[in-house]
Structures are given as C-alpha cells and as structure tokens.
C-alpha cells in the first residue's frame, strides 16, 4: 500500500527548502554556519547551520497544516500525536558544511515506530543536486532513476570505514583487503553503496542515530542491498535519539558476514 501523496509532497517541499536556505546561507553566511548556538535535543553541540535547516522544517510543517510528528537532532521529538514521524538529519556531514567540503546532504524519512516501517526516504546531496529517493516495495532512485545495486566483483573493494576513537573494532580484514575512504556523510555513503560506489560501508562503533540513517536505509535496501548492525542482524532501531547504534550495509550478504563484530 503507498503512502498517502501528501505526506510525501510535504517531506518533497521540505527537503527542497532546506536545500534552497543552506545554498543561500553558504553563498552569504558561510562564516556563520560552524558557530556553537546551544545543545540539541540529543545532547551535542548545535551549529547555526543545523538550527537555520531544522527552522525551515518546523516552519513548513507548521504552513502545511498536515499533522505529522517530527523528529530532528536539534529539536528532538515533537509529538503531534499524529500517524507518521518525519525523521529528519537537516545537515547530515555538518562538519563537511561548514569547512568547505562539497558532501553533506538533507536527510528525511517517514515512519512510524521504528526503522523497520520506514516507508519513505530522500538523501539530497547539497553540493551536487542529486536526490536519493525510495518508498517501501516500490524501489529506490537517483534523480528519478531506477537503481539496482550492481551485482559485479570489486577486484579491490572500496570501503567505507568509519574509525572513530575505536579503532581495535575495526577488524583487520578490512583494512587488509580493501581500499578504505571515509567521507564524514553516513546517509550519502550508504548511499553512495545503493548505486555500486562504494562495496560496503562500515561504522563498528554505537555512534549513528535513527536520524542519521533513516532514509539512507530504505534506499540501500530498495536498491537490493542490506543494512545491518554491527553484528551481522538485520538493523531495526525505534524512533528516538536515545540509542546509538553501529551500521553495516553492503549488496551482499557475504561482505556483512566477513566485516561483521565477533565479540
């Protein structure tokens, strides 16, 4: 059953005014967007270039009139007591943002309760204008493309590793066998594995929240691929900033079982 076409015009509007607000900002702010303006709902720091994002979201909710949840890193859960929760990263890579690094992107999905009734998502790569975008059992696209994740070989698997502070979680077998990039977005990179990129992206460690990962993960598994945790299970998470969790998503099953945590 598709979702119902105004929610998702709404999430299409929202994602497309963020876009608008951070090229503006970029071309006339950019010294602003990296500045400390208080803590988010989740505990970190949050930047003027997350609040000017987020701001636009609440504000396009608001104008609708359609009643939705929302859920954002800065705002934290605003409960309408509606039927669906938009999960939204405004600036997913806010550090690439605000140094001048061209790969960050606006993240939205739309659930319910958890991860796994997600049924709509879109990853806008800002610098790029692309759009990821998938909807549960009607598939994945790039700029209203088909995607299907390339079922070919690597003779040298390019991966996606984020290292963190925990590098013994990281197992030797993929920094021995693969080529390793990490490039600080986890939606675009989970992205970036739903079009053959990128054969793997790993993050061992409890760091990404639901926000992060929402739409990216309809998207890789529209696409044919698969997202799990960082012991090899299929990845469901409830909708909250509370828990943290590690992520592994690749288009085959082998590469999870090779990469996956043992201990």
């Known amino acids: 059953m598709m979702m119902d076409e105004e929610f998702k015009r709404l999430a299409q509007e929202i994602v497309k005014k963020i876009d608008r607000k951070l090229r503006s900002s970029i071309k006339k702010d950019f010294v602003k967007l990296g500045r400390s303006v208080g803590l988010g709902a989740d505990g970190t720091t949050t930047k003027y270039i997350d609040k000017i994002a987020e701001d636009v979201a609440i504000k396009t909710i608001k104008k609708s009139g359609d009643s939705v949840n929302l859920l954002s890193e ?89 290292i963190g502070k925990n590098k013994g979680l990281v197992p030797e077998e993929i920094l021995k066998d693969h080529v390793i990039r990490c490039y600080g977005s986890a939606s675009l990179e989970m992205c970036l594995v739903a079009i053959g990129g990128l054969d793997g992206y790993v993050v061992h460690r409890p760091y990404l929240r639901v926000t992060d990962i929402a739409a990216a993960t309809l998207v890789v598994r529209e696409s044919g691929g698969f997202v799990s945790d960082s012991w090899g299970k299929p990845l469901n998470m409830p909708l909250n900033l509370d828990e943290r969790c590690g992520v592994i998503a690749a288009g085959n099953k082998d590469f999870i079982e090779k990469v996956r945590r043992i201990d």
Do not use: C
């Open 74 to 162: 800065e705002v934290g859960f605003i409960d309408n007591h509606a039927k669906y929760t938009f999960i939204l990263d405004p600036v997913d890579g806010t550090r690439n943002a605000f140094r001048g690094i061209p790969f960050f992107s606006v993240s939205l999905a739309i659930g319910k309760k958890s991860l796994h009734d997600v049924s709509y998502g879109i990853v806008k790569n800002v610098s790029t204008g692309d759009v990821f975008l998938a909807e549960k059992q009607h598939g994945a696209y790039l700029n209203n493309n088909r995607i299907i994740i390339p079922n070919v070989f690597a003779p040298e698997p390019l991966v996606s590793v984020s």
